[in-house]
Every structure is written in C-alpha cells, then in structure tokens.
C-alpha cells in the first residue's frame, strides 16, 4: 500500500537552514505536497512538485525530488522563530480519473526553531 | 474568498450527545474532504465528495459517523452517539480537480467527556 514516511523531529538554530526529508512508497505519484500546521490552525500547502521535476525553488523554500529513491525534501533557508511548526510530506497521483488522486499524508515533523 | 469555514471552532459535549460539524468549502471546488487529527493516528482521512457525491467513505470508523453534502456549499459530519475516544480535532478541506492541493478549513476541536 501507499506510505508516506518522515521523522518526527527537527530542531535548528535561528538563520541557519533546515531540511525536512520524506520517503514515499507509490512510484506512480504525480505530485508531492508540502504542508504547514501552526499551532491551532489547519493545514496550509506550502507548495508542491510534479513528479517530473527534480527542483522547485520559491523564496526561502527549496523542494529536491529524487524519484529513483522515492526521496522528497524541503529546505528553508535563513530559518525563523516563525518557521516553527508541523511540516506534512504528501504524495498523489492527480488524476480525478484514474490512480489515487487522494494524497497520502505523512505524520509530520515538528520543526523547533531557537535562538 | 474566506478559504474552508468549518464550525463550531470547539465543542465539548458529553459521552452519547450527538454532535454536528459543518463545513464551507471554498466556491468552485468540486472536492471536499473530512479529516481527523489525532496524537496517536496523525492525519486520518474519513470521507471525501466528489461533485457533492460521497466517492469514498472507508476512513469513517463506525456507523456512528455520518456525513452529509446536500449542496456545493455546505457539508456536515455527525457523530451519533459520541464517545471520548473521538475526541479529536476535524477538519474539512476542498479542491479543485488536478490534484493541486487542497485547502483546509481551522478545525474544530471536539472532546467528548
């Protein structure tokens, strides 16, 4: 079955840069999702990758994708205080007429930013 | 746009109450998407709509769970009769088609005592 795997913890220093990593199981995934949860809200894409690409950059966030290995990672760069929160990895397949469209959602890495 | 309503933001009712979760979703979506959040399970996906039709409901964990989308604009989910152990944060979120990601609403937080 489809599995989304992530470690749960992540703490750095304020300014230097963070890299949460994710493995996924479906090699048929077409895009890979990157989600925030501040504390009390819900979830917020971030931003997300289609399968063919091996790099997507917006600002302070870099998304590297290797689907040879299944691996997908997000790195903020200059981290902040206001970068501390739950971080989501997901996987899907897009297509509302085949594959699983629904994406599988990792359990999140909690990312502790201090000073 | 508003993004995802979802209410009420908290509800704590007692063991057997019924409660009723109510979801916006965002004008134009044709998905909407019920979820529950809890420490011990993470992010569990309990039904989703398609076109206001249920497409699948595998993730509700009892007949006690119900869910409901009598319109484009508005969802419900029904606990009937409630217990402790779904004491949980729910949330409801939309899509467009395409899988570019979906939105989701604050959550309710529910705890049943």
């Known amino acids: 079955g489809e599995d989304v795997e992530q470690s749960l913890f992540l703490s750095v220093r304020e300014g230097d840069s963070s890299v949460i990593n994710c493995t996924y199981t479906d090699s048929s995934s077409t895009y890979l999702y990157w989600y925030k949860q501040e504390p009390g809200a819900g979830l917020q894409l971030l931003t997300y990758i289609f399968s063919n690409m091996d790099m997507k950059q917006d600002q302070r966030l870099t998304v590297l994708l290797n689907k040879k290995d299944k691996h997908l990672s997000l790195r903020i760069a200059d981290t902040q205080t206001g970068d501390s929160a739950i971080y989501f990895c997901a996987e899907g397949g897009g297509s509302i007429s085949g594959g699983s469209y629904i994406p599988t959602f990792g359990r999140g890495t909690s990312l502790i930013v201090h000073p | 746009d508003a993004g995802v309503i979802q209410s009420p933001r908290h509800e704590v009712t007692e063991m057997g109450q019924e409660v009723t979760l109510r979801c916006k979703p965002i004008s134009g979506h044709d998905y909407l998407f019920w979820y529950r959040q809890t420490m011990m399970r993470g992010l569990e996906l309990l039904i989703y709509f398609n076109n206001n039709v249920p497409i699948d409901d595998s993730g509700m964990p009892e007949d006690r769970f119900s869910a409901k989308m009598p319109n484009a604009s508005f969802s419900t989910l029904k606990i009937q009769p409630s217990e402790p152990r779904d004491s949980a944060v729910y949330f409801c979120?939309?899509?467009?088609?395409?899988?570019?990601?979906?939105?989701f609403g604050p959550g309710t937080r529910l705890l049943v005592l």
């Open positions: 979120a939309s899509s467009l088609a395409e899988g570019r990601g979906m939105t």
